[in-house]
């Protein structure tokens, strides 16, 4: 059964002017880590807004648990946890104050919830008297997803939760996102991590407001066209230049320290005959090899 379902969901902004959600429509299953996956601007906010009722479609249907988010918004909001991604907790209360202040809101105890935030207050317990003002970005962000879950939510909205925090804490995070899905609770979050997308069951890739694939991780990968390669040499910034205008190549995109090519043509000597183009034309130190595609990948050959 569906936990949470959007029927041709569209919202704007400035007048229409800006339509930042359009026609979107997806389903969510109980107990799913569902991934909204996309650049900055592409509407994931404003999706998850609309669902934690905090802002109106301006047409559409979408319900959370089986409540519509216009007539039932009363209801749904005891019922959802929703972590924005910019850190609004109260930043002159203590970490314990924020935490006690939130069940409090919510009808519940500390004590009550304890066992679903039990893993991520320990980390915070020896800064628990330090004002939130305070915390560095990864202890913001325990102290913000335990004030989400202090009334056990059904379903967890986490708006790009790791952004500018560092790797570590990223890594720690989404080990505390595992947890929170073996209880049973449905996570729907949202990142511009590309490499955050592998970690969720499903994931809706989103650009300019519209949903432009919905799958598994693996089986959008799987749907890559094309053979993919991995090529560097000297000289990098000019050879993505030469590459895009080599009547060979199809593709070209830098990735890190190699640039990622497809063939117009994948045949068994092209990866020699592209070799001695580069040579011909001065490259040194050349390197090729056929790499399987990552989520990023996948998004950028959507986008074209």
């Given at each position: 059964?569906a936990?949470v ?5 569209v ?9 930042a ?17 996309g650049p ?26 089986g ?20 850190f609004?907790l ?8 924020n ?28 800064f ?30 986490l708006?790009e ?25 449905t996570?729907?979050?949202s ?21 432009i ?29 030469d ?33 001695e183009?580069l ?11 056929e ?12 986008m074209?």
């Amino acid at each position: 059964m569906a936990e949470v379902v959007l029927n041709n969901i569209v919202k704007s902004y400035n007048k229409g002017e800006v339509i930042a959600v359009n026609n979107v429509s997806f389903e969510v299953n109980k107990g799913e880590l569902y991934g909204l996956i996309g650049p900055d601007g592409a509407g994931k906010t404003s999706i998850f807004r609309i669902l934690t009722t905090l802002i109106l479609p301006d047409s559409g249907t979408a319900s959370v648990s089986g409540y519509d988010v216009v007539k039932n918004y009363k209801i749904i909001r005891k019922k959802v946890g929703y972590m924005p991604g910019k850190f609004s907790l109260y930043q002159d209360l203590t970490v314990e104050e924020n935490i006690n202040f939130f069940a409090t809101v919510f009808g519940t105890t500390v004590k009550e919830n304890y066992d679903l935030i039990r893993d991520i207050y320990v980390q915070l317990e020896p800064f628990k008297s330090r004002k939130a003002g305070k915390l560095s970005g990864g202890m913001k962000q325990k102290l913000a997803l335990c004030c989400a879950l202090i009334h056990r939510p059904i379903v967890l909205f986490l708006d790009e939760p790791t952004t500018g925090v560092d790797t570590i804490s990223r890594k720690e995070f989404w080990e505390m996102i595992k947890k929170l899905k073996q209880e049973g609770i449905t996570i729907l979050v949202s990142t511009p991590y590309m490499d955050e997308a592998k970690l969720c069951d499903r994931i809706a890739l989103i650009l300019n407001g519209r949903i432009i694939s919905i799958e598994t991780p693996n089986n959008i990968i799987k749907k890559f066209p094309d053979k993919l390669y991995a090529i560097k040499a000297n000289n990098m910034g000019k050879l993505l230049n030469d590459l895009r205008n080599n009547k060979l190549i199809k593709t070209c995109f830098a990735f890190g320290e190699f640039h990622h090519i497809t063939f117009q043509n994948d045949g068994i000597n092209m990866q020699s005959k592209l070799i001695e183009n580069l040579q011909n034309a001065g490259y040194q130190n050349i390197e090729i090899k056929e790499i399987t595609p990552n989520i990023e990948d996948c998004f950028i050959n959507l986008m074209n």
